[in-house]
């Protein structure tokens, strides 16, 4: 890849990870990827659950689903692939507004205080979208400040949670509620905490899980473009809601279009415990929490990996899910498939290598380019 094509790539990465995406509220990250995907597949559309979803015929000039053929219901049995990428991101969740105007937060998807940090976060009431502070409180107290006492190391030694944090707005619940904020709106991180970091040959960053999948997700709908190439099947991108939630989109995808074969783009955990690596290649899942994934197609994935001399590094992941393990462990999909970039420190401050997002581009439309 020229210079210019990586200035792209993580030009669109940074846009990504700067752009918020809470559980449930993946708007503007859909219009971001709707615009880079458009002129790229044969028809784009938003389904009820609201995932972006691209569609790419085998054969040029193959008319384009209608309404009616955009799903499995009424289009049958097909050997089409539907490949995703989630827009969600790990955020929080308003539980209660205090008198004093302070929020107390819950998670929404796995994220505990301490993997993201204290410090700034936006709040993304319905009129407006402001920066607060998560705060624990002041470090300088005693056992009269219980909250803050338990979470000292030397102290209470207990882990800090959900219910030892709050957030400073500097409003009154009057002011909160005009900017429309209430038990249930959505608190991310904030933007200034969301730049991508140069590290030698890495680049690192909040919320890679699963921006950086889904820029190589884009990528790949380029690369077919550019090189005048069709899929062997016809190919779904799509572009999921609600992964950190239960793979909510994902479930109602698989279940609702054309195809046999789930195939999720994910962060991939690197630790000695899988044998898996931030510097070899790409991840390719052969079971995790959820489920076994199908033997023929995590094969495939190694073997495409393999001949590009890409180091690909297979897998047994135990605390990991995903859109296509929550589809098949439901029986929304026969088959399902998991390639991931290996990723330093997934649901923290996460790290990969720069060619990372390139290699899962290149597998990914070697696979489709195979038939099934």
């Given at each position: 890849?020229?210079?210019?094509?990586?200035?792209?790539?993580?030009?669109?990465?940074?846009?990504?990870v700067?752009?918020?995406?809470?559980?449930?509220?993946?708007d503007?990250?859909?219009?971001?990827?709707?615009?880079?995907?458009?002129?790229?597949?044969?028809?784009?559309?938003?389904?009820l659950?609201?995932?972006?979803?691209?569609?790419?015929?085998?054969?040029?000039g193959?008319?384009?689903?209608?309404?009616?053929?955009?799903?499995?219901?009424?289009?049958?049995?097909?050997?089409?692939?539907?490949v995703?990428?989630?827009?969600?991101e790990l955020?929080?969740?308003?539980?209660?507004?205090?008198?004093?105007?302070?929020?107390?937060?819950?998670?929404?998807?796995?994220?505990?205080?301490?993997?993201?940090?204290?410090?700034?976060?936006?709040?993304?009431?319905?009129h407006?979208?402001?920066?607060?502070?998560?705060?624990?409180?002041?470090?300088?107290?005693?056992?009269?400040?219980p909250?803050?006492w338990?979470?000292?190391?030397?102290?209470?030694?207990k882990?800090?949670?959900?219910?030892?944090?709050?957030?400073?707005?500097?409003?009154?619940?009057?002011?909160?509620?005009?900017?429309?904020?209430?038990?249930?709106?959505?608190?991310c991180?904030?933007?200034?905490?969301?730049?991508?970091?140069d590290?030698?040959?890495?680049?690192?960053?909040?919320?890679?899980?699963?921006?950086?999948?889904?820029?190589?997700?884009?990528?790949?709908?380029?690369?077919?473009?550019?090189?005048?190439?069709?899929?062997?099947d016809?190919?779904?991108?799509?572009?999921?809601t609600?992964?950190?939630?239960?793979?909510?989109?994902?479930?109602?995808?698989?279940?609702?279009?054309?195809?046999?074969?789930?195939?999720?783009?994910?962060?991939?955990p690197?630790?000695e415990?899988?044998?898996?690596?931030v510097?070899?290649?790409?991840?390719?899942?052969?079971?995790?929490?959820?489920?076994?994934?199908?033997?023929?197609?995590?094969?495939?994935?190694?073997?495409?990996?393999?001949?590009?001399?890409?180091?690909?590094?297979?897998?047994?992941?135990?605390?990991?899910?995903?859109?296509?393990?929550?589809?098949?462990?439901?029986?929304?999909?026969?088959?399902a498939?998991?390639?991931?970039?290996?990723?330093?420190?997934?649901?923290?401050?996460?790290?990969?290598?720069?060619?990372?997002?390139?290699?899962?581009?290149?597998?990914?439309?070697?696979?489709?380019?195979?038939?099934?």
């Amino acid at each position: 890849m020229g210079h210019g094509d990586r200035d792209s790539t993580e030009g669109l990465l940074q846009e990504l990870v700067l752009t918020y995406g809470p559980c449930g509220q993946e708007d503007v990250v859909r219009a971001v990827c709707a615009r880079e995907l458009e002129p790229l597949v044969d028809d784009m559309w938003t389904d009820l659950a609201g995932n972006l979803i691209g569609y790419i015929a085998a054969t040029d000039g193959a008319a384009v689903p209608d309404e009616r053929h955009r799903s499995a219901a009424t289009a049958g049995p097909s050997a089409a692939t539907r490949v995703m990428a989630h827009m969600d991101e790990l955020s929080m969740l308003v539980k209660r507004i205090e008198p004093d105007g302070s929020l107390h937060l819950t998670q929404l998807g796995v994220m505990y205080p301490g993997n993201f940090g204290l410090g700034p976060v936006a709040v993304l009431g319905d009129h407006e979208t402001f920066t607060a502070v998560l705060t624990v409180g002041s470090e300088h107290t005693t056992k009269e400040s219980p909250r803050i006492w338990q979470t000292k190391p030397d102290q209470g030694d207990k882990a800090l949670d959900w219910q030892h944090v709050y957030v400073f707005t500097g409003r009154d619940p009057k002011a909160l509620a005009a900017a429309g904020v209430r038990p249930g709106t959505r608190v991310c991180v904030d933007r200034s905490k969301r730049t991508l970091v140069d590290i030698g040959d890495y680049v690192g960053a909040y919320f890679l899980d699963d921006r950086a999948a889904v820029t190589a997700l884009l990528r790949s709908a380029r690369l077919l473009r550019e090189r005048g190439q069709r899929p062997a099947d016809d190919v779904y991108l799509v572009f999921t809601t609600n992964e950190e939630i239960g793979g909510v989109g994902g479930s109602y995808a698989s279940a609702s279009l054309p195809g046999t074969l789930t195939l999720a783009l994910e962060v991939g955990p690197t630790e000695e415990e899988y044998a898996t690596s931030v510097t070899g290649g790409p991840i390719i899942g052969y079971s995790d929490a959820l489920c076994v994934y199908d033997k023929d197609i995590a094969d495939r994935l190694m073997a495409i990996a393999d001949e590009r001399g890409l180091a690909p590094q297979a897998a047994v992941l135990g605390a990991f899910e995903c859109d296509a393990s929550h589809a098949k462990a439901n029986g929304l999909t026969p088959r399902a498939g998991l390639l991931c970039l290996p990723t330093l420190s997934t649901h923290g401050y996460e790290v990969i290598s720069r060619k990372a997002i390139d290699a899962m581009a290149d597998v990914i439309v070697d696979f489709l380019l195979q038939p099934d």
